[in-house]
């Protein structure tokens, strides 16, 4: 009764990619009709200007959200097709997928970290109505930390050549000015979009480092529609395997959880303690922090902890290995039952950790 009333962690029916023609899979393809459409309709019929605007931005806007998914590998089931979502989705954006998924991996690492969280520099280092071009500074992480892995060099050089093509192409037709006025310019809308409720809204303060209240939640019916479940972006950070669309549902049922630890579940800026604050971001938004200098009790506490982890890692891989050999031996079928089951058992991996992590 009281695992019901205060559950330990969210329900398995919400975690793991999903499969065949799911939502993410639609979303990507009506922003790819949606591009499509516009441009042709431009050129071919006379389309207003405006509304081709309108259509491209909405587009890029889906766009996040399945270069999102799909970088946590909740897009689709099938990797394969996880990896093309990935690519066109960041083609539509202007993104290379190997460079945002491996830069959005530092994030969930070092959330607030203001040496070791690229996103960080995003939000804090300048005003909010230029945080659009400061999403460049993801490719200088990148290869900073020599980020990539086995192909992904390969993979984000074809994707630059890629968009470089499409810009030689255009520029050589005379179409420049459409690239420039109808996805570079709707690129910079939806940038400050996504940096706006992706990176600012739910870390500000930019401060707490507590896997609980890292993040925070700021229920909306609304909002949950319009920016596609973003504003419940802290049960996103404590489960990345929930795919957006289930990640409200989520939310709710693991509300009595959140309310335990003492997550923020209010967007907390429309206060006269807080809104002086917020338009200096919006304005100014350079904020300076002190390097935490830890001491040699929190050091030693960190490394415990660390050791604690990497033991919990082992155990979870380990019993995910002996139960993959059962299967194999009865010759049991092991397609749609392994998924979940790997889905189930890193969900357990994770709350492990978790309760290791509190340590410090």
Request: positive net charge; charged residues 15%; proline residues 6%.
């Amino acid at each position: 009764m009281l695992s019901e009333i205060h559950p330990r962690t969210v329900p398995y029916e919400f975690l793991g990619p999903p499969g065949d023609l799911n939502p993410t899979l639609l979303m990507l393809l009506t922003s790819i009709a949606l591009i499509g459409g516009a441009t042709l309709g431009y050129f071919l019929w006379g389309l207003p200007g405006w509304v081709t605007f309108v259509s491209n931005v909405l587009a890029l806007h889906l766009a996040g959200t399945v270069i999102h998914d799909a970088s946590h590998n909740v897009a689709h089931r099938d990797r394969i097709m996880n990896a093309v979502m990935g690519h066109v989705s960041g083609l539509i954006l202007g993104f290379a997928f190997p460079v945002f998924t491996r830069v959005h991996m530092q994030h969930h690492a070092n959330v607030n970290d203001p040496k070791n969280d690229p996103d960080h520099f995003v939000s804090t280092c300048g005003p909010l109505w230029l945080i659009a071009p400061r999403f460049f500074y993801h490719e200088i992480f990148f290869f900073q930390r020599r980020l990539w892995r086995k192909f992904e060099l390969l993979e984000w050089f074809l994707s630059r050549l890629t968009t470089a093509g499409i810009i030689w192409f255009a520029s050589s037709h005379g179409h420049l000015g459409y690239v420039m006025n109808y996805w570079f310019t709707p690129a910079l809308v939806v940038g400050v979009a996504l940096g706006l409720f992706f990176d600012y809204l739910p870390h500000r303060d930019f401060q707490e480092r507590n896997r609980w209240k890292n993040a925070r939640v700021y229920p909306s019916a609304m909002l949950n529609i319009l920016i596609l479940g973003q504003n419940y972006h802290l049960i996103h950070h404590l489960w990345p395997s929930i795919p957006w669309y289930k990640v409200q549902p989520a939310y709710y049922a693991v509300k009595p959880l959140l309310d335990t630890k003492g997550s923020p579940q209010t967007l907390n800026i429309f206060n006269r303690q807080n809104i002086g604050s917020f338009l200096y971001d919006v304005l100014i938004g350079i904020r300076f922090h002190r390097a935490h200098i830890q001491s040699y009790t929190q050091r030693k506490q960190k490394i415990c902890c660390s050791w604690k982890i990497s033991i919990s890692f082992q155990n979870c891989y380990a019993n995910k290995r002996r139960k993959r050999e059962k299967l194999l031996v009865s010759r049991q079928p092991i397609g749609r039952l392994s998924s979940i089951a790997f889905w189930k058992l890193e969900n357990s991996c994770i709350e492990l950790m978790a309760s290791d992590a509190e340590v410090f």
